[in-house]
């Protein structure tokens, strides 16, 4: 499935309270582009409010992310003081099925968001976890990134046209 269940501008739209009473206990999160533009080491204070309304709703942040760097995952997901899993071969559904594992969830509460749809949208519909389509944080830098988006537009019209409100 090239489509999410839900889209929206960014991680901020995703309301920790709806969340919950979907009954999501893990959220899984990609973080380049999603919760933090490429080469910004360390969470914003915004992106740690975030976070921590999500653990008083019950959920717990577990960022799944595909880049390769030994320390990038590592530092920003220490500073946010949550698990992580690096270098994560979405859209394969295996790192999906370890964070799972590990927090002890099923797919039915589970989700995730990213900002890709042949990596984090793809993997998590192979999971079978619910689906979060955000828009990149930052375009610009790399133009492979414009390349992918322009890929990406028919599958994110779609979304869009069909997805619910949390
Ligand atoms: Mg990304």
Redesign the pocket.
Known sequence: MLTAHWTGKSIFDISPQALAQRGIHLLLA?????LSPYGVPEPTQQVQAWAKALEANGITLFVL??NRHPERPKRFSTALGVPFIGHAGKPKPHSFYKAMEQMGCGPQETAIV???IF??ILGGSRAGVTTLLVE?IQLAGNPGRYLRYAAEWPFRALTKRRAKPL
């Open positions: 990609d973080l380049d582009n999603t992310s595909n990213g900002d890709q990596t984090d990149p």
